[in-house]
């Protein structure tokens, strides 16, 4: 009893003190930024390279809201003309980090590897992102289109509106989340307990194997599918706090590549079949979930090298 309830409150702890600040924080930049006017803005000035990438310029408009969460911003891919348009570009939110994604990256990346460490796995998504749009760009073959975006006044940021949004956006991290994580952790605890946790780990050794990681790091990411959030919390709850007793800088690095490639969490899937149907959904997680667990491979691969 005493385990289950050490890791449910090591879950709890971890939630609040390493995801709930940078998911915040994230919220609090992105309200000023509307507060202000200047996020229309930004995605105007970004217009340029959708271009390139062979994306219609009102791709920027859900592309800029994955930022955020990436169920709002499938369901945005409707201001699209067709599609194929929609499939394209629902295929790139798996290299755009959301707040939880970007949580995990700060909250243990950059927490237990340093800066430097968080900005590589940011630009490794951008790489990972810029090759597959080489990879499968012409298959879709999508005729540019201008954007029309009206742009609101210059404002000066209200700390009261700014306030509210972010708790709008956030309190289903604190009411849904947290919970969450405790019962992750508790769950974890059982397991241990009845030294069942090899045979939960066991069937996704070649996956671990294949990322540098030791075996039991798959339990967060299993866990990250249900909620993100719960990744860098259920990975304390695995390893304990000091993570770096555990894996080196270069696992963290690779560990934080795996969590934020891919299909977010299992709410961004529901949303996808909503959207676009079970089949067609299910094969492009399964392509981007593969793609994103080779491509963290072969980064650990080659990093390790050098």
């Known amino acids: 009893m005493y385990k289950r309830q050490n890791q449910g409150i090591t879950g709890l702890v971890a939630g609040i003190s390493i995801a709930l600040p940078y998911v915040f924080l994230f919220y609090l930049?992105?309200?000023?930024?509307?507060?202000?006017?200047?996020?229309?803005?930004?995605?105007?000035?970004?217009?340029?390279?959708?271009?390139?990438?062979?994306?219609?310029?009102?791709?920027?408009?859900?592309?800029?809201?994955?930022?955020?969460?990436t169920v709002p911003a499938v369901r945005a891919t409707r201001l699209l003309s067709s599609r194929k348009e929609r499939l394209y570009t629902v295929s790139l939110f798996a290299f755009v980090p959301c707040s939880s994604r970007t949580a995990i990256i700060m909250g243990?990346?950059?927490?237990?590897?340093?800066?430097?460490?968080?900005?590589?796995?940011?630009?490794?998504?951008?790489?990972?992102?810029?090759?597959?749009?080489?990879?499968?760009?012409?298959?879709?073959?999508?005729?540019?289109?201008?954007?029309?975006?009206?742009?609101?006044?210059?404002?000066?940021?209200?700390?009261?509106?700014?306030?509210?949004?972010?708790?709008l956006r956030m309190k289903d991290f604190v009411y849904i989340v947290i919970p969450l994580l405790v019962i992750g952790g508790m769950i974890y605890g059982i397991l241990d307990v009845l030294?069942?946790?090899?045979?939960?780990?066991?069937?996704?050794?070649?996956?671990t194997s294949w990322?540098?990681?030791?075996?039991?790091?798959?339990?967060?990411?299993?866990?990250?599918f249900l909620q993100k959030d719960l990744t860098g919390a259920m990975l304390i709850s695995v390893l304990g706090v000091n993570i770096t007793t555990v894996l080196t800088p270069i696992q963290i690095y690779t560990f934080g590549v795996a969590a934020a490639v891919g299909i977010p969490c299992i709410n961004a899937l529901g949303m996808l079949i909503k959207e676009f149907g079970f089949g067609k959904t299910i094969v492009l997680a399964m392509i981007l979930a593969l793609y994103g667990l080779l491509f963290a491979g072969l980064t650990w691969r080659v990093i390790s090298i050098f």
């Open 108 to 167: 243990v990346v950059g927490f237990y590897g340093g800066l430097k460490l968080a900005i590589a796995v940011f630009v490794t998504l951008v790489f990972a992102g810029l090759i597959w749009t080489f990879i499968i760009k012409k298959a879709f073959r999508i005729k540019s289109e201008p954007l029309l975006l009206e742009l609101p006044d210059y404002r000066r940021p209200l700390l009261g509106n700014i306030l509210a949004k972010s708790w």
């Open 29 to 69: 930049i992105l309200g000023l930024l509307e507060d202000a006017g200047l996020l229309p803005r930004f995605i105007i000035n970004a217009q340029w390279l959708l271009g390139k990438l062979g994306l219609p310029g009102k791709s920027l408009i859900p592309l800029a809201l994955g930022l955020g969460c």
């Open 211 to 224: 990322l540098g990681l030791p075996g039991v790091t798959i339990i967060p990411l299993l866990f990250g």
């Open 195 to 207: 030294k069942i946790t090899d045979a939960v780990v066991g069937p996704f050794t070649s996956v």
